[in-house]
């Protein structure tokens, strides 16, 4: 096997959380690195959990991201369906051969039965070589009762023998030598009663008929990739079986344990790509894209959860990252989950953004304010704000003061700075601006320094002000651009209506 073969195999149970898609990325990168084939393969086996739009949220996740399958469901290719749900015959039949091979076995027990067994064990049971014998299946009854329960159509699973006494040997990409005693191992079901297989048979098959060179996982799977090796072992695939790769937990921002949608949730950040729309407001999930991130940002972060460049570059475009990546950088320990330094990324791409790309989301964040805005003034805006916003939506609470009149002003900052004396000066500097017929930046400020010098003020005594005046905050960009940008009669009316009430008040 020599050409590179990677699948993300999301299954549709819900929204796809963000640690899938870091899996998916690690696949994407390895496979356009090598000039490989990248798969998307939709596990969709367990019927009782499915949700319908999960496979449509998924794909689109990918594609907002720019992680475009080669082959999959939407795109096809020669060795689908790519959908487990419409490979039944195909799971069946390699089901029938470890059954003829006795390498697995028919089980009859209810659920009734199990839960009986794990209850006497005192939640210690294993259905394994020193417990099969004590339950209802083809091992331990007679073939003459099985072929009866078989022609009444009992319901029934299908288990993989496990032989006790030996030792399974994995080589993980990541986690180096791993080894488990098949005395720990379970005799794992493999087809259930519906019909269709579990996720370790399907998993596998698939995994050979469509020729997957490597396998690119969460740490959670781990402990089952013995259970793999065996029923490679037991359909003679070894030879060609993938190379693993299982990787580290994505962690909580503060605290122990693994990232979860409730920790999400709790903290107010977005742990999906997209945002989801559930049963029940509590099920209503916010995605990265919702909260105003750029999808190269997120890229960028996700590929460092985990993954070391080995160098002090941070800033990595898709195709850097595809030059950059391998799995033998890929840490075995947990990667914290940091928003802040999402954050920090996102800021960045939003910085570096062409103005004829960003402008149009500037509109879109400042609906339905800046629906008439024209082409060129919303340039001027975004070159202005363009390094100060660290999500899309941002710019809308820093642009506000454009468009709304600010409902309070930063009180402290009156305090400090506001003197009684201070409302004769201003009146001055305002007749100053009204005499101007020139409302440019370069122009306030020539206006503004004379009206310093005459009343020896520096910056610190008059700049809080105006910003607070035009926009009830301190901060901002250029104080000269504020004003220039709200506009000339705007920016006296609210300079006034300050001055008046800060005087009354103070």
């Known amino acids: 096997m020599s050409a590179v073969r990677v699948r993300f195999a999301p299954s549709p149970t819900g929204a796809l959380h963000i640690g899938g898609l870091r899996t998916a990325l690690y696949n994407f990168l390895l496979a356009r690195q090598t ?63 470890l059954l003829d091979q006795g390498r697995a076995y028919y ?46 159509n009992t319901p029934y699973t299908v288990r993989l023998l496990v032989e006790p006494g030996q030792r399974v040997y994995i080589r993980d990409i990541v986690r180096g030598d791993v080894s488990f005693s098949t005395d720990e191992l379970d005799d794992k079901v493999l087809m259930k009663t519906d019909g269709l297989p579990t996720y370790h048979l399907a998993n596998i098959v698939d995994d050979h008929l469509m020729e997957i060179s490597h396998v690119i996982r969460g740490e959670e799977w781990l ?12 359909f003679d695939w070894e030879d060609s079986m993938p190379q693993f790769a299982h990787l580290p937990l994505l962690l909580k921002p503060t605290g122990k344990g693994k990232l979860s949608k409730r920790d999400g949730q709790k903290l107010g950040i977005p742990v999906f790509p997209l945002s989801w729309v559930g049963a029940t407001p509590e099920e209503n999930l916010e995605g990265f894209r919702e909260r105003g991130f750029h999808p190269q940002a997120l890229l960028n972060f996700l590929a460092f959860l985990g993954w070391n460049p080995g160098t002090e570059q941070e800033i990595f475009s898709l195709e850097e990252l595809t030059t950059a990546f391998s799995l033998d950088r890929v840490g075995n320990s ?75 002003y930063d009180e402290k900052t009156i305090r400090k700075k506001w003197k009684p004396e201070r409302q004769a000066q201003l009146t001055e500097l305002i007749e100053s601006y009204r005499a101007m017929n020139d409302w440019t930046p370069n122009s306030i400020k020539a206006t503004t320094l004379a009206f310093m ?54």
């Open 107 to 152: 089980a009859f027990d209810t659920p009734e039965e199990l839960n009986a067994a794990r209850e006497a064990a005192n939640g210690t049971f294993k259905y394994d070589a020193l417990s099969r014998g004590k339950m209802r299946n083809s091992i331990s009854l007679p073939a003459a009762e099985v072929e009866e329960l078989l022609a009444k």
């Open 35 to 97: 000039g490989g084939q990248f798969i998307l393969r939709i596990e969709d086996t367990d019927q009782k959990r499915y949700v319908a739009g999960a496979e449509d949220y998924i794909q689109e996740a990918l594609s907002w991201c720019g992680l475009s399958p080669d082959e999959g469901p939407a795109a096809g290719g020669d060795y689908g369906p790519y959908r487990q749900s419409e490979r039944r015959e195909t799971y069946q039949k390699y089901t029938q051969q």
């Open 453 to 506: 010098e005459k009343n020896e003020l520096g910056f610190g005594n008059v700049l809080p002000l105006l910003r607070n005046a035009i926009a009830g905050t301190t901060s901002g960009p250029d104080a000269f651009e504020m004003l220039d940008l709200l506009g000339k009669d705007p920016a006296l009316e609210r300079l006034e209506a300050a001055v008046k009430l800060w005087s009354e008040q103070h």
């Open 223 to 234: 402990s089952s990739t013995a259970h793999h090796v065996l029923l490679y072992r037991a």
């Open 334 to 408: 947990g990667a914290r989950f940091d928003f802040e330094k999402a954050l920090w990324f996102n800021q960045h791409y939003i910085s570096q953004e062409d103005i004829e790309i960003l402008a149009p989301k500037i509109r879109q964040a400042l609906a339905p304010w800046a629906d008439e805005e024209s082409d060129a003034r919303l340039y001027q805006i975004a070159r202005l704000y363009q390094e100060r916003a660290k999500t899309y939506p941002e710019f809308r609470d820093q642009l506000a003061y454009l468009y709304t009149t600010p409902e309070g």
